[in-house]
């Protein structure tokens, strides 16, 4: 059974950095696409971090460039998300996500196949 557990939210101060880990059972890492995305409340579901399958592209949105970094370890089967100068409107739940897709837009949740259940992330002074 294809599974994903997130880890490694919680409080931080704006500024500060946190370190989200995803691992992922039941299927072969390296043939999926991965992902990041966050959910705010009252907000629809974003893509802040997007990894094609395999050794492909790396994809961020506007708002985390140059702050977040996506990051794989096949042999571990485990999703990063490094997550540097935190702001308070980084707060929102964040997902990691996985596709068996070959083809489309990675940057869209209807991408994807494979949904953890979330963490929480706040950032608050």
């Known amino acids: 059974q294809v599974q994903l557990a997130e880890s490694g939210g919680g409080l931080a101060q704006p500024g500060g950095s946190l370190r989200l880990s995803c691992v992922a059972s039941?299927?072969?890492?390296?043939?999926?696409?991965v992902g990041w995305f966050r959910q705010a409340p009252g907000k629809e579901r974003e893509g802040v971090a997007l990894?094609?399958?395999?050794?492909?592209?790396?994809y961020y949105a506007d708002s985390v460039k140059g702050r977040f970094t996506i990051s794989r370890n096949n042999a571990k089967k485990t999703v990063y998300l490094q997550m540097n100068n935190l702001r308070p409107e980084d707060t929102a739940v964040y997902y990691c996500?996985?596709?068996?897709?070959?083809?489309?837009?990675?940057?869209?949740?209807?991408?994807?196949?494979?949904w953890g259940q979330g963490t929480q992330v706040t950032v608050s002074s």
């Open positions: 039941g299927f072969t890492l390296n043939d999926y696409a």
């Open positions: 996500a996985a596709s068996s897709r070959s083809s489309g837009n990675v940057a869209t949740p209807s991408h994807y196949n494979y």
């Open positions: 990894h094609a399958n395999g050794h492909g592209s790396r």
